[in-house]
């Protein structure tokens, strides 16, 4: 089944993998399309990206001018310029182009608000999954306290930011003193597709949310190992293993009506999970 997730981040909307019939589920669903930045791409299997040139070539009949950035196996960068070039055609907006091949483990993108770091995955190619990270809101500033104590206004944005400050007055101004804390870091993991692998664990230990394909229950086993994806137990002993919040299990195979020998399977090692539907959305409280 064709694969992608759209991700909103304090402001920030982001794009996973793009299958065929995306930009269609995207209007069905209301999400707009020019509020897209960038598009992370996990593999060249065509259930991935195969309606990525067909969504950029609706934002150009848009009238986009924005950059946009790719972040993508090297190799497709060449199948875009091999379309365009074929069709003598051009993008209204300059794509910007991020190959993955050597960034596991490395911050791919990073602004004051969120960051995404790229993670090895284990398939036929050269897959990578995604960890998502809101970063931790600084401090709430105790006013009324900072008021009562004289402290200037001056310095309540060092405060905030967790800096004790030294005033004129030779008083040391402790920020833990003035502020409580702020919203904790959030993050969300995108896994798909890969064979069972512990080495993923560290890489997304004690995430919010983790999705993780689950092709297969676990009587096919020996069909997941043989085509390097996962069963729902997998799935259920990875997320479990790195402390998660919450399972999010997709990517099922086509000879499932529904999920639920997924959920069954999975349930009886990791409680919080469920099998994800079109169109679902799902908030990190």
């Given at each position: 089944m064709p694969t992608s997730q759209y991700v909103q981040?304090?402001?920030?909307?982001?794009?996973?993998?793009?299958?065929?019939?995306?930009?269609?589920?995207?209007?069905?669903?209301?999400?707009k399309f020019q509020r897209i930045d960038h598009i992370f791409i996990s593999h060249l299997h065509g259930d991935h990206y195969f309606g990525l040139f067909g969504l950029l070539s609706t934002l150009h009949l848009l009238g986009r001018e924005r950059k946009l950035t790719l972040y993508a196996p090297g190799p497709l960068e060449g199948i875009l310029e091999a379309i365009?070039?074929?069709?003598?055609?051009?993008?209204?907006?300059?794509?910007?182009?991020?190959?993955?091949?050597?960034?596991?483990?490395?911050?791919?993108?990073?602004?004051?608000?969120?960051y995404v770091k790229c993670i090895p995955l284990v398939h036929k190619i050269p897959t990578y999954g995604f960890v998502f990270y809101q970063k931790e809101k600084d401090k709430v500033l105790n006013i009324d306290k900072a008021k009562n104590d004289g402290v200037s206004t001056a310095y309540y944005t060092r405060l905030?930011?967790?800096?004790?400050?030294?005033?004129?007055?030779g008083r040391l101004l402790k920020s833990e003193d003035y502020t409580n804390p702020g919203e904790p870091q959030r993050a969300y993991a995108y896994c798909s597709d890969t064979a069972y692998s512990e080495k993923l664990v560290p890489f997304i230990k004690?995430?919010?949310?983790?999705?993780?394909?689950?092709?297969?229950?676990?009587?096919?086993?020996?069909?997941?190992k043989q085509t390097r994806h996962s069963t729902a137990r997998q799935a259920a002993e990875i997320?479990?293993?790195?402390?998660?919040?919450?399972?999010?299990?997709?990517?099922?195979?086509?000879?499932?009506d529904?999920?639920?020998?997924?959920?069954?399977?999975?349930?009886?090692?990791?409680?919080?999970?469920?099998?994800?539907?079109?169109g679902t959305t799902y908030s990190i409280p």
């Amino acid at each position: 089944m064709p694969t992608s997730q759209y991700v909103q981040c304090v402001g920030r909307h982001f794009l996973i993998d793009c299958g065929e019939g995306t930009q269609l589920q995207m209007r069905r669903f209301g999400v707009k399309f020019q509020r897209i930045d960038h598009i992370f791409i996990s593999h060249l299997h065509g259930d991935h990206y195969f309606g990525l040139f067909g969504l950029l070539s609706t934002l150009h009949l848009l009238g986009r001018e924005r950059k946009l950035t790719l972040y993508a196996p090297g190799p497709l960068e060449g199948i875009l310029e091999a379309i365009l070039k074929a069709g003598n055609g051009h993008f209204s907006f300059e794509i910007e182009f991020v190959p993955l091949d050597e960034k596991i483990g490395e911050t791919i993108f990073e602004d004051d608000k969120c960051y995404v770091k790229c993670i090895p995955l284990v398939h036929k190619i050269p897959t990578y999954g995604f960890v998502f990270y809101q970063k931790e809101k600084d401090k709430v500033l105790n006013i009324d306290k900072a008021k009562n104590d004289g402290v200037s206004t001056a310095y309540y944005t060092r405060l905030k930011k967790g800096e004790d400050v030294k005033i004129s007055d030779g008083r040391l101004l402790k920020s833990e003193d003035y502020t409580n804390p702020g919203e904790p870091q959030r993050a969300y993991a995108y896994c798909s597709d890969t064979a069972y692998s512990e080495k993923l664990v560290p890489f997304i230990k004690g995430v919010d949310v983790l999705y993780h394909e689950a092709t297969f229950i676990e009587l096919l086993a020996d069909r997941a190992k043989q085509t390097r994806h996962s069963t729902a137990r997998q799935a259920a002993e990875i997320a479990k293993r790195a402390g998660v919040g919450k399972l999010l299990m997709g990517h099922l195979s086509a000879r499932y009506d529904d999920g639920k020998k997924h959920m069954t399977e999975a349930r009886a090692v990791f409680e919080h999970c469920e099998v994800v539907e079109d169109g679902t959305t799902y908030s990190i409280p």
